[in-house]
């Protein structure tokens, strides 16, 4: 029986290799979010976040407002995150935490217990993890603080991600059910066919069982996700590809790599540009933290500072993020909509 298709949360990783879809923001002036979540102009899907209310269920999943700090990388923000729920920190914790809370509804309406921890506020969801990046803005375009590359070099501090129930125990939690329990959580549907599981039961305490169970129901009541590829936002990632991959190319991006890779050559190490030296086979595991690994990272981070490597793609990737969205209104429309009913959704799920 597939199982793992259908459990919610998701890790985060310990150490960061840029791709095309870790990232998220807008230009002009902004209003940022907790996650380095930011919204700008109108504040779109994330509104009901921040919105004032007399209800403590809804005063609970409140995002406090933040500002961007230049010199730290995870309140910066980029111009597709406001059309992304997977790209957007705020967005993906939220609905994630929206999911858990409609599954755990559908379980004790079968008189069954969720067997996760069920987050009871934003503030719970930021303070989760310890260690590792703070957000998908993090380590998005290298390492960038001093005290991290000292103690770290190319790595992260061994956090533990946590939500008051280690995730590693959750395969333990439904071992620990009865068999008509598991099949009320994940449904008697396989995960990847959509066949039928061979004395699956249909039916537990006189109700019908969801077919992908209630963890499958909350997917669908909260995302719109009915199994399969989920290829909602696929467009609006494509742009995203898009931007990040012109970006690496763009001319004054190369032009402060080449002025990066000249001042590690003065210092002997002799690197291409800065995802060459991140990237070095030499740090995996341990080596991130060798002598080695955190001398070359600090004369990384030394040329980027100088050069303002970090800012340069920002400022880059934003702009060419900018131009994708005013070319592409059909697909900015479009996951604009998806967003705002998934967020809707979840601030049903979450009592708003």
């Known amino acids: 029986m597939k199982r793992a298709a259908r459990r919610l949360g998701q890790r985060l990783p310990r150490r960061v290799v840029v791709s095309a879809a870790t990232a998220t923001i807008v230009a002009g002036g902004a209003a940022v979010l907790a996650g ?30 933040t500002a961007v700090d230049a010199k730290d990388q995870s309140t910066w923000t980029l111009p597709l995150q406001r059309y992304q729920l997977r790209g957007n920190d705020t967005n993906t914790l939220l609905e994630q935490a929206a999911e858990k809370t409609s599954a755990a509804a559908c379980m004790k309406s079968f008189g069954l217990a969720y067997p996760f921890h069920i987050p009871a506020s934003w503030q719970e969801l930021a303070t989760a993890r310890s260690g590792g990046p703070k957000n998908s803005m993090d380590g998005r375009y ?49 995960a990847d066919s959509g066949e039928a599981l061979a004395n699956a039961p249909r039916a537990a305490g006189g109700r019908a069982i969801p077919a992908r169970g209630c963890i499958g129901r909350a997917q669908e009541q909260i995302r719109q996700y009915t199994g399969g ?108 909509a998806y967003v705002d009913r998934v967020m809707s959704a979840t601030d049903t799920a979450l009592g708003g």
């Open 142 to 190: 290298g390492i960038h603080d001093a005290k991290t590359v000292d103690a770290y070099g190319y790595s992260w501090p061994k956090g533990v991600e946590s939500e008051k129930q280690n995730l590693g125990d959750e395969d333990a939690a439904v071992a620990a059910l009865s068999d008509t329990a598991k099949t009320v959580l994940h449904g008697w549907q396989d």
């Open 229 to 336: 590829t989920d290829t909602h936002e696929d467009a609006v990632n494509e742009l995203e590809r898009r931007a990040w991959d012109e970006t690496r190319t763009d001319p004054r991006v190369l032009a402060v790599f080449a002025k990066w890779s000249a001042g590690m050559k003065s210092q002997g190490f002799d690197y291409k540009d800065p995802w060459a030296a991140n990237n070095d086979p030499r740090w995996a595991g341990s080596g991130a933290t060798s002598k080695e690994g955190i001398a070359t990272a600090r004369a990384d981070l030394k040329y980027r500072d100088e050069y303002r490597v970090n800012e340069v793609m920002h400022e880059v990737e934003t702009e060419r993020q900018n131009r994708l969205i005013a070319q592409n209104p059909k697909v900015i429309a479009d996951a604009k």
């Open 36 to 65: 380095g979540v930011a919204v700008h102009g109108d504040t779109g899907p994330q509104t009901f976040a921040q919105a004032a209310s007399g209800d403590s269920a809804k005063d609970a999943w409140k995002v406090p407002a």
